[in-house]
């Protein structure tokens, strides 16, 4: 669980399949222990106290470029650095397989027949593929990896 300010972090953790949920507004207690099985994720030093109080794991990320911090998680969690793609980037769900007739309304023509690997989003709807944003998400996996 990470606090809202990290948003793009969570997205790229999203991206390497990992589950991570955005707090949705200012850190609070009771939307932070809501999740006690978590790690709350923060920049925040000032509210260390109120965390120990609260109980909960958490971890102080550097106020970096989310790349460093991104780098950090990596080696922290053990996440294998791999483009996953199998969780919503928007929502975190979980995303399922569909095939590509069952895309054919939903996309841009193109989009139905150059796409690959379509999946969809059970909770908001979205349907993700395999296209020309693949080669420029490596990119910046690879680049965030030179940086660690
Ligand atoms: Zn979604």
């Known amino acids: 669980m ?3 300010d990290l948003h793009r972090l969570a ?15 200012d850190i609070n207690k009771a939307d932070v222990i809501k999740h006690p099985e ?8 000032k509210l260390e106290e109120h965390f120990k109080a609260w109980g909960i794991d958490y971890l102080i990320l550097p106020k970096e470029d989310w790349k460093v911090q991104l780098c950090l998680l990596i080696k922290y969690f053990q996440i294998e650095p791999v483009l996953k793609l199998d969780r919503c980037y928007h929502c975190n769900e979980r995303l399922l397989s569909i095939s590509r007739e069952e895309v054919k309304e939903r996309v841009p023509k193109k989009v139905y027949l150059y796409g690959r690997n379509f ?3 059970p909770y908001c709807g979205k349907v993700y593929w395999r296209g ?4 420029k998400l490596r990119r910046t996996l690879r680049e965030v990896l030179g940086s660690c």
């Open 132 to 135: 020309s944003h693949y080669p």
């Open 38 to 45: 978590r790690v709350f994720i923060t920049t925040s030093r």
């Open 11 to 25: 997205h790229w953790l999203r991206l390497l399949g990992q589950d991570a949920i955005l707090l949705p507004g």
């Open 2 to 4: 990470l606090e809202a």
């Open 119 to 121: 999946t969809l989003c």
